[in-house]
């Protein structure tokens, strides 16, 4: 684990890193990725790839890459060139399972019910080898992208072809999350584009930004943004990200277990799941598991 010292301020980070957004109106990323790009290589070590996914509807416009996020081209495009979405997720990586290739880049993209469903994870699953049917099947070899076509499988399996509702969809998200997370850490991002589920057994961390809006200071880099002059009475963005990205806000952080879900910049729904191997791990910490992931 590296001790990243900012402003005076001692910073932990582990793992690969997550950035999500949801929003009532389009909304661009520009300045939250910008500082959260800068942990790909300046302020952190998370260089093995990145990718940014921004929906339309029910579609998004998906970008990976495998170089770092300080020095991909994209990413130069992404923090410069305001892209408006209600839904983002964006994923820095730190290889620990999967060799650093475009197709072991998060975010990871696969359709369902007519729609794009997108989804990113940090963390590091040990021994998770689940039975998959072939309808969703991994094109890399992360733990990650497993995980994501066990989730989708699990939602055809209980649901068939007919879209559940945002309710139905949370309630077996919250049914089979905490199952994977005996395996390991399970920090995730997930949307379809009409809202953005998150869960997290370690590292996770949101805010929603609503009317009256202020000022916001970058911890990663020297940048800062007086948000009342760009925004209106009806935004309301919510961020939710590994760790917090300004100095001056005041973040939540995620209970082990917890699931929460956004829609329209804010909590609509929350759930504190049961992972026995947290509860093991809390009564005698000599079982602690130190991943990969854990280690960076």
């Known amino acids: 684990m590296h001790n990243i010292l900012i402003n005076k301020t001692l910073y932990e980070y582990a793992m690969c890193q997550l950035l999500g957004m949801n929003c009532a109106a389009p909304t661009d990323i520009t300045f939250s990725f910008r500082g959260f790009s800068q942990r790909a290589g300046i302020t952190s070590d998370h260089s093995d790839g990145f ?111 007919f879209e559940p509702s945002l309710n139905d969809i949370f309630a077996l998200l919250e049914e089979i999350s905490p199952k994977i997370a005996e395996y390991g850490t399970f920090n995730f991002c ?55 990205l300004t100095q001056n806000e005041v973040w939540t952080a995620y209970k082990p277990g917890e699931m929460i879900l956004f829609k329209e910049g804010k909590v609509i729904k929350t759930a504190t799941t049961h992972v026995e191997r947290l509860v093991r791990e809390a009564a005698d910490p000599s079982l602690i598991r130190i991943t990969k992931a854990d280690q960076h």
């Open 51 to 161: 990718g940014i996914a921004f929906f339309e509807d029910k579609a998004c416009r998906l970008f990976v890459d495998n170089q770092s996020a300080v020095v991909s081209p994209i990413a130069e495009l992404v923090r410069n060139y305001p892209i408006k979405s209600r839904n983002v997720i964006a994923h820095i990586r730190k290889a620990t399972q999967g060799k650093i290739t475009l197709e072991n880049s998060h975010p990871f993209i696969r359709e369902l019910w007519g729609r794009q469903w997108i989804f990113a994870h940090n963390g590091d699953l040990l021994n998770f080898h689940p039975h998959l049917s072939g309808r969703f099947t991994p094109v890399g070899s992360t733990d990650s992208e497993l995980a994501f076509c066990y989730l989708l499988e699990q939602l055809v399996l209980r649901f068939g072809y």
């Open 190 to 244: 997930l949307s379809n584009g009409q809202a953005l589920f998150s869960y997290a057994t370690t590292k996770l961390h949101w805010i929603v930004r609503e009317y009256p809006f202020k000022y916001a200071r970058l911890i990663d880099i020297d940048v800062d943004i007086d948000f009342s002059q760009f925004t209106t009475k009806e935004d309301r963005v919510a961020v939710i990200t590994t760790e917090p």
